[in-house]
């Protein structure tokens, strides 16, 4: 059961520079969405999906781009990176809003 | 501002104790949500509570809801070391799901 998979784990970015986490998901789910992890912070929601088509800013969507041209895939680009945007990402879907959520295992973002 | 608040943020207790941790809210639920995390990995799944009941159990997890207050607890009974770990709670907050900054357990030997 592959459920929500996350690339790359592990990117070094030089300020400036740009790219883009990949997120699929398996589960036919409506519903997917990013997040970030900082320490202390818990996490923070970045964007989001209610479906194919659709997306919406999250708490904090500054220096992020997202797209749903199918229901399974949900990438998060990053423009031009800046060293606030090192963290961990999570890509998460569900069925929908307000059940139960699916996480991927991460990816660790260094921008330097 | 976030919409779930957790409390304590951290908690040590002997193995074997309760575990006691608080969720607060803003605005109207239709679910809360609470999560385990341990480090380095993804969040896992661990209850699921809705705005209609009062409270739910799943084997050693007990969790409370009172929408009144707009809180919550998450109760894990007879803790164990593999309960060492982060826990969120997660609330439906119009169409997206907001997350608390958690609460982190450390169970003792």
């Known amino acids: 059961n592959a459920g929500v998979t996350q690339t790359p784990k592990f990117q070094v970015l030089k300020t400036g520079q740009s790219m883009t986490l990949q997120c699929a998901q398996d589960m036919n789910h409506e519903y997917m969405s990013w997040y970030r992890q900082d320490p202390g912070m818990g996490l923070r929601l970045i964007h989001y999906s209610v479906g194919a088509g659709i997306t919406d800013q999250g708490e904090v969507p500054n220096g992020y781009n997202v797209s749903r041209s199918t229901t399974e895939d949900f990438p998060l680009r990053l423009l031009s990176a800046a060293p606030s945007q090192t963290s961990v990402y999570f890509c998460?879907?569900?069925?929908?809003?307000?059940?139960?959520?699916?996480f991927g295992e991460g990816s660790w973002l260094t921008v330097v | 501002s976030q919409q779930g608040e957790e409390d304590p943020q951290a908690l040590s207790i002997q193995e074997g104790e309760n575990a006691t941790m608080n969720c607060s809210y803003k605005?109207?639920?239709?679910?809360l949500q609470w999560y385990r995390q341990n480090s380095g990995r993804g969040l896992v799944h661990l209850i699921l509570?809705?705005?209609?009941?009062r409270e739910k159990h799943s084997g050693r997890l007990r969790v409370t809801l009172d929408t009144s207050k707009k809180s919550s607890s998450l109760l894990i009974t007879a803790s164990r070391a593999a309960d060492t770990a982060s826990y969120f709670c997660a609330t439906d907050a119009g169409d997206k799901i907001i997350f608390g900054k958690g609460t982190r357990l450390h169970i003792l030997p």
């Open positions: 998460a879907s569900a069925t929908g809003v307000g059940n139960t959520i699916y």
């Open positions: 509570i809705r705005s209609n009941e």
């Open positions: 605005t109207s639920i239709n679910n």
